[in-house]
């Protein structure tokens, strides 16, 4: 296995597979939407069995349990696994790992790629949400809480390395997994690979990048690109001529937007959103979430999709 930088903070280094994929604002959360952590999800989406490799290189410090919340449309654990690890770049800081059911135990070295357990669902998922290790960089007299954790910069090269795929579009493309709780899309074109990451892409102020986040139905995402200097709060992400934000944050090498009041259709069914991450290997696919689970019941494995997007417009 090959284990790639992806995120630092306060000199701590966190590492993915490469054949992972992964999102700083793809969630709900507080850490996420104040851009201060990273969940890497693995390739198997559905195994039953999915493992969690270490992100970092340090020493465990602290497991934790807590109890999960329950969830309404699938069984889940009923406690939530934590372990917080001493990182070798910076011992006055700690790494929160969470979603890991592990054996593993207090005063343990680990290093990046080491086995550390089992990964988990929780109550604290959504229906769609599949499997993966949430990572934060906290202080020490704080390493257990939803907030505070320090800013997590996306580690992308910045060798100009742009390629698309015929260039930002909602053109549509095939079903290659329809599941309960979500579908997996080939898409025809729209993807686009800045840097090191790959995704679906977007224009800001004729700035090519990558779209991470759950659009529109967590009301903001981010946008990776390999620099934000000319990106100013207020400019529009555009995707063709579909306005799907309007810049909020501005940072390194990504920016994060507050989405466009809108509704999504596939194939003139409405959804709730599409769920977009970054991988490091080339992909050519998108996560499409149902308003509730089984709604693509009646879909069928390589039927063509396209998608459609409308403003919505608020009443007097």
């Known amino acids: 296995m090959s284990f790639v930088p992806i995120a630092k903070a306060m000199n701590v280094m966190v590492y993915a597979k490469n054949t992972d994929f992964f999102s700083f604002f793809n969630s709900p959360y507080y850490s996420h939407v104040n851009a201060s952590a990273v969940d890497i999800y693995p390739k198997k989406r559905n195994a039953d069995e999915v493992l969690a490799f270490s992100p970092v290189e340090g020493v465990i410090s602290k497991i934790h349990e807590v109890k999960s919340p329950v969830p309404k449309h699938f069984k889940a654990s009923e406690t939530e696994h934590l372990i ?38 929780s109550g604290f998922f959504n229906f769609w949400t599949n499997k993966h290790l949430h990572i934060e960089v906290r202080s020490l007299k704080n390493p257990l809480r939803a907030k505070g954790a320090y800013h997590l910069a996306p580690v992308n090269s910045c060798d100009n390395d742009l390629r698309w795929q015929k260039g930002p579009s909602f053109e549509g493309g095939r079903f290659e997994e329809i599941k309960e709780n979500y579908a997996i899309i080939g898409l025809k074109e729209g993807v686009v690979k800045i ?45 063709e001529d579909n306005t799907i ?35 490091l290997e080339e992909t050519s696919t998108i996560k499409v979430i149902p308003q509730f689970p089984n709604a693509f019941k009646n879909f069928k494995m390589g039927s063509d999709v396209y998608f459609k997007l ?3 417009i608020s009443g007097r």
């Open 245 to 279: 934000g309007t810049v909020t944050s501005v940072f390194k090498s990504a920016i994060k937007f507050k989405c466009s009041p809108a509704f999504i259709y596939l194939n003139n069914h409405l959804i709730k959103g599409l769920s977009m991450y970054c991988q």
């Open 84 to 121: 917080v690890v001493s990182p070798r770049e910076n011992p006055n800081v700690a790494v929160k790992l969470l979603h890991i059911n592990s054996n593993l135990e207090r005063g343990m070295r680990i290093n990046v790629g080491d086995y550390l357990g089992k990964l988990v669902r």
């Open 310 to 312: 409308v403003t919505q």
């Open 195 to 239: 840097g090191k990451f790959w995704g679906f892409g977007c224009i800001t102020r004729g700035v090519e990048g990558v779209v991470d986040g759950g659009i529109p139905h967590y009301g903001y995402g981010g946008v990776h690109l390999i620099n934000s200097s000319k990106i100013r709060v207020g400019d529009k992400i555009r995707v």
